[in-house]
């Protein structure tokens, strides 16, 4: 549910709200004669109400003459009709019930948006199809279930579909339908069963205005259609998510012939095989997600030609291959992510990893990395995430790692032969939120430079302490500590009552004393 296009649409209602009361407060009378809203649209509004059930009554200000002012519905400032009802829920207390036909009286209705409330899993009503004016229809995150009525192919005005997270049991047989809404701009289907629609592409393929395209989880299986031309100039972000394509993606794939492309997301859909030259084909693409599937072989030198390319997630995949290779080979302008996990990549990182300034964002843990972590790691001063836990990475990591890293928050190194080397009065330049040292040597002394304030998860077993237990872990915010498998020795401290600490693990230590809590005046 935390969608940002919802965050728009809950501030257009507030924005809204206040329109509707700053109009209000110029002191109408509250007579049918100097109205705005067209009595008949009003009956209706008020039948469409009763069919209703709204235990959080959030129409409550459903009522008097004016009905251009009730919360959601927007009319025509020139015309009086009702030309959009926007009664999406944010809140706990959702709209249900029945949608009554007296909806069709609103036949000026350009936008309806319905979303974020729980009609109890019943179908989407086929009248909605008969609204031909509509632009704009969102019924996401609705409960709404069963057979999509294709009578929703009639809508020849939509501008924009919305059925997101559909509830289970949604399907359609085929999209015949969708392809008729030729001025379609946004199509986003998910958790809808398309299992049976085999030409899903064709269907898609109808639509040459769209920019925006979402059929996450739909079950889709086919996506290398018959070579066909692809009407698809205009598609801006592509994401088929959770589909079981389960093929490897030839260099004729569509996929790689869509020109305006600057999101593609095919994360979990079993595919194989290697990423074909023709990535490089998506010469705008900003965001490119391939992970969660199986994909072999090196990542093609035509990925240089990705100048905006900000995100790349191949994450969970068997991408075998040098990482200063990789990294010779990303385009390093704007990078920001790069999630590049669970592979088999080998090699050390390289001190030109610090050329990829706007960083933030690194993972490359469970790996086959070896070598050292270069100094130039310091260069990467927007980094606030990095993890490199389970390689083979070796050395020490001292202060100058650390130098310009003011923005990191999450550190895990775990799993490695890396030793953490500071002086004892040194001070960190970030505030670390998670920390893994797992197995890393940090030790003879406990760190005190971990002693900080915003510390969430910190992970320090087995990591060559031999000290005292220090009273500071008393006071820590942090909910997590791993202490175990250390030579800790000295009295347990007692825990601040406000303490939110969930778990502390000090097996395998020489600490004495009992878990215990203090009273906070
Ligand atoms: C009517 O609304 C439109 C935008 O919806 C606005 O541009 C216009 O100024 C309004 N006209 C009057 C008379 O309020
Ligand atoms: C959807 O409706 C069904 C049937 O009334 C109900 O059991 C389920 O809890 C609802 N789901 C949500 C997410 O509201
Ligand atoms: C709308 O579409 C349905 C199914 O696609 C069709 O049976 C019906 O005749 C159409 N109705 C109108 C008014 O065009
Ligand atoms: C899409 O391309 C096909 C050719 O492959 C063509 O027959 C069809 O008319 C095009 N559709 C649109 C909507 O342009
Ligand atoms: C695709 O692969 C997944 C796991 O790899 C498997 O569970 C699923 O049945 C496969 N689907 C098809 C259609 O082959
Ligand atoms: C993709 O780029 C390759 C060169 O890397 C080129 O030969 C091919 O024609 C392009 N394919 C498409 C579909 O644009
Ligand atoms: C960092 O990103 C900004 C735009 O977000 C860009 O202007 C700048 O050139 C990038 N930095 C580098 C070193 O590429
Ligand atoms: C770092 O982040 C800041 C803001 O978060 C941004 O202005 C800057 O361009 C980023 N990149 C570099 C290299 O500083
Ligand atoms: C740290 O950053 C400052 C400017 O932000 C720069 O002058 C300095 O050279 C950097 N130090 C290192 C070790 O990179
Ligand atoms: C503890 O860390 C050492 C390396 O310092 C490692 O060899 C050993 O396997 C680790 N023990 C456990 C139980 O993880
Ligand atoms: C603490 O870390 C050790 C590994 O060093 C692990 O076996 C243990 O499960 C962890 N304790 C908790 C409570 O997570
Ligand atoms: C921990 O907090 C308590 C209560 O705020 C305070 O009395 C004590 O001195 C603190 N101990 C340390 C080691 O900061």
Redesign the pocket.
């Known amino acids: 549910m935390a969608d940002p296009t919802q965050l728009v649409r809950f501030v257009t209602i507030l924005a809204m709200c206040f329109l509707l009361f700053h109009r209000s407060s110029s002191a109408l009378p509250p007579t049918t004669a100097g109205t705005l809203c067209i009595p008949r649209e009003r009956d209706a509004l008020l039948d469409f109400k009763a069919g209703l059930t709204d235990p959080g009554n959030l129409m409550s200000s459903w009522r008097g003459v004016e009905c251009c002012r009730w919360t959601g519905v927007v009319c025509s400032n020139r015309t009086g009709h009702v030309v959009a009802l926007q009664i999406s829920s944010e809140s706990m207390d ?1 709209l249900g019930g029945e949608i009554r036909s007296s909806l069709l009286t609103l036949r000026h209705m350009k936008q309806l948006d319905l979303s974020g409330n ?1 009609f ?2 019943q179908p989407i009503p086929e009248l909605i199809g008969t609204l031909g004016r509509l632009t704009h229809l969102d019924l996401s995150y609705s ?1 709404f ?1 069963g057979r999509i009525p294709p009578h929703l192919g009639n809508l020849s005005n939509l501008v924009s579909l919305r059925l997101k997270y559909m ?1 289970h049991g949604s399907y359609s047989p085929d999209l015949a339908w969708v392809s008729r809404l030729r001025k379609l701009q946004v199509l986003w289907i998910t958790y809808v069963d398309l299992s049976a629609v085999a030409d899903w592409f064709h269907a898609i393929n109808m639509l040459p205005y769209l920019i925006d395209l979402d059929l996450t989880s739909c079950g889709l299986q086919n996506i290398v259609p018959p070579p066909v031309h692809s009407n698809l100039t205009s598609l801006e972000s592509l994401t088929l998510d959770l589909n079981p394509f389960n093929t490897s993606l030839g260099a004729k794939n569509w996929v790689w012939n869509l020109p305006s492309l600057q999101g593609l997301s095919l994360s979990s859909c079993g595919i194989h095989g290697p990423i074909p030259d023709a990535v490089g084909n998506l010469t705008s693409i900003q965001t490119l997600d391939l992970g969660f599937n199986m994909f072999t072989g090196i990542v093609p030198s035509t990925i240089k030609k990705q100048k905006k390319l900000q995100n790349l997630l191949l994450h969970y995949n068997f991408i075998n291959m040098d990482v200063a290779e990789l990294l010779h080979r990303l385009p390093s302008n704007e990078l920001y992510v790069l999630f590049l996990e669970e592979n088999h990549l080998t090699g050390s990182l390289p001190d030109q990893l610090g050329h990829f300034s706007n960083l933030t964002i690194i993972a490359l843990d469970n790996n086959k990395l070896s070598g050292e972590i270069p100094v130039g790691i310091r260069e990467l001063i927007n980094l606030s995430d990095i993890s490199l836990t389970s390689n083979n990475l070796h050395g020490t990591i001292t202060e100058d790692h650390f130098t310009n890293l003011t923005n990191l928050q999450f550190l895990y190194i775990s799993d490695n032969s890396l030793t953490v080397k500071v002086d004892s009065t040194w001070k960190a330049p970030f505030s670390l939120v998670q920390a893994d040292f797992r197995s890393c040597i940090l030790g003879p002394q406990f760190p005190s430079w971990l002693n900080q304030p915003h510390m969430i998860d910190l992970d320090v077993s087995n990591t060559s302490i031999h000290d005292n237990i220090p009273v500071w872990i008393a006071n820590s915010s942090a909910q997590y500590l791993n202490l175990s498998r250390n030579r800790l020795a000295g009295m347990l401290p007692t825990f601040s009552l406000s303490s939110p600490l969930r778990i502390l693990d000090v097996s395998s230590n020489q600490i004495v004393g009992r878990f215990q809590h203090f009273q906070t005046t």
């Open positions: 959702k729980d109890g899993g409960n279930s509830a």
